[in-house]
Nanobody, 123 residues
Framework: QLHLVESGGGLVQPGGSLRLSCAASDFTLDGYAIGWFRQAPGKEREFVAAISWSGGSTKYADFAKGRFTISRDNAKNTVYLQMNSLKPEDTAVYYC????????????????WGQGTQVTVSS
């Protein structure tokens, strides 16, 4: 089993920013597409953003376009999600996930998941 660890969540005011990190402790992320997903209480897990193994391709959910940026640093074995202009409706647990092959927005196509990090947007 491969382990992913998310960090960077917390409480932020509306309009604020957070940068989430996704790191692998026991394998290299090079060669894996990485996706960020989120799940709010009582809702299904939903796609946020994804990046190809090379970093050359990215996809975003409509709500993330223009506000969130996914990036990766394979030398640091870390993928980032920069979130700006945060809104209360962005409150959720954010998860990163990894898969071999092309990036995808489909939750079930990812093989390895982290434990999640809580993001709360509130004044």
């Amino acid at each position: 089993q491969l382990h992913l660890v998310e960090s960077g969540g917390g409480l932020v005011q509306p309009g604020g920013s957070l940068r989430l990190s996704c790191a692998a402790s026991d394998f290299t992320l090079d060669g894996y597409a990485i996706g960020w997903f989120r799940q709010a209480p009582g809702k299904e897990r939903e796609f946020v953003a994804a990046i190809s193994w090379s970093g050359g391709s990215t996809k975003y959910a409509d709500f993330a376009k223009g506000r969130f940026t996914i990036s990766r640093d394979n030398a640091k074995n870390t993928v980032y999600l920069q979130m700006n202009s945060l809104k209360p409706e962005d409150t959720a647990v954010y998860y990163c996930a990894a898969r071999r092959g092309a990036l995808t927005i489909v939750v079930t196509f990812y093989d390895y998941w982290g434990q999640g990090t809580q993001v709360t947007v509130s004044s």
